[in-house]
């Protein structure tokens, strides 16, 4: 039996007699890291005793989709989770500081950014929808979560169904506050054409990292080829359909996107638009010779932003003591064992 996917969960469920009552509050329990059959009424008032039965097999296939295999603590009150799943591939998950968990969407990733260790060995794997909500689950035996970023491991883009249907269980029976799930994109139509079509809008965050569609190819060779100005009218459009802004997001690389042309593009793609951008300086990596811009330099980025009537945030990664960069800890643990 491997239940990575939610609706193989339901439909275990129901093949042991369980009404859409007995679903709902066993996955309520779940996604809250209490034991299934946990709830007001005292389970044998509640359940039919095939259901009952089934509970203590469903709780360890479950608590086998993704177990912890090392957690690291960063100094800045988040923690890297090198996660393992049933087939002992690995992703990272981040707890971070202010009750947020950051979780992948799939092992490896196909977009092939050239400043991110993810994209490095293209896409293993697809992660089943039970396999993502089985992260917050994790991060919720540790510590309250109130908000939940798909911006760790993979393109959620290209794993849409199973990233759909994680946010729409996280926004209801996990209860989580629609506008707190962030789902981290380079872009794609698919993203535009469904999302707002959910049950559950979740907010989005954008990757831009440039103004200029052509760097933007060699930056994200595989990412689908929209213009940044036509992905910033998608984003608008979405933003006012939700009411939530878009967070840009920029990797800031020394002398490839920190200049002031750049800065210029942004001032006329975002002003007057319902966004914020953030600006992440680039975490090293092994391989490519990017450098992060200084400190100062991004910090006066920010401020010519600010003053041009753009709200702009300088984000270190969480953990940046810890091998911060997205996919470091799965890379490490690979080179060590072999
Ligand atoms: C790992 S991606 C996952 C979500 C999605 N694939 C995306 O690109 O938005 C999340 C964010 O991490 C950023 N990132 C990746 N590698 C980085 C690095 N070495 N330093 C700083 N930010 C990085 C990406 O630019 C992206 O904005
Ligand atoms: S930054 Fe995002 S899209 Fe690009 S390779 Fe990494 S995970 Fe994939």
């Known amino acids: ?48 005793a095939r259901v009952r039965a089934a509970l203590p097999g469903l709780a360890a296939e479950l ?11 960063g100094a800045d009150g988040s923690a890297r989770l090198l996660v393992e799943l049933g087939d002992g591939q690995t992703v990272e998950s981040v707890l971070l500081p202010r009750d947020g968990v950051c979780v992948s969407t799939q092992v490896g990733c196909a977009v092939g950014c050239t400043f991110c260790m993810t994209g490095r060995d293209g896409l293993l794997r697809q992660l089943g929808s039970a396999e993502i ?30 990233v759909l249907d994680a946010i729409e269980l996280l926004g209801t029976a996990a209860n989580i506050a629609h506008k707190n799930l962030v ?36 930056l994200l060779p595989k990412a689908q080829r929209i213009d940044p100005a036509e992905l910033v009218e998608l984003g608008e459009q979405y933003a006012r359909a939700t009411g939530y802004p878009i967070q ?12 002031d042309a750049e800065l ?29 811009p200084s400190w100062e330099r991004a910090a006066a980025m920010s401020l010519h932003l600010y003053r041009h009537g753009i709200l702009a945030k300088l984000r270190q990664s969480a953990g940046q003591d810890i091998d911060g960069g997205c996919g470091q800890l799965r890379a490490r643990s690979i080179a060590q064992a072999a």
């Open 1 to 48: 039996m491997s239940l990575l996917r939610l609706e193989l969960v339901r439909q275990h469920l129901r093949d042991h007699g369980a009404l859409p009552c007995h679903e709902e509050r066993i996955l309520r329990a779940w996604t809250r890291a209490l034991p299934l059959d946990s709830g007001p009424v005292p389970p044998e008032d509640f359940f039919p």
């Open 63 to 73: 608590a086998g989709l993704a177990r912890v295999r090392s957690e690291h603590m």
């Open 133 to 162: 909500v089985a992260q917050v689950v994790l991060a919720r035996a540790r510590r309250p979560v109130k908000k939940v970023a798909f911006m760790g491991m993979g393109e959620p883009a290209h794993n849409l169904d199973n």
């Open 183 to 218: 789902f981290s994109t380079v872009g794609d139509r698919r993203v535009f054409e469904r999302l707002p079509l959910g049950l559950v809008r979740p907010a989005l965050a954008l990757s831009l990292h440039s103004t200029r569609a052509e760097l933007r190819a060699q």
């Open 248 to 259: 840009y997001q920029w990797t800031l690389l020394a002398g490839i996107n920190d200049n």
């Open 264 to 292: 210029d593009g942004i001032v006329r793609l975002l002003k007057g638009k319902y966004a914020v951008m953030n600006f992440i300086p680039y975490n090293e990596v092994e391989g490519p010779a990017f450098r992060r």
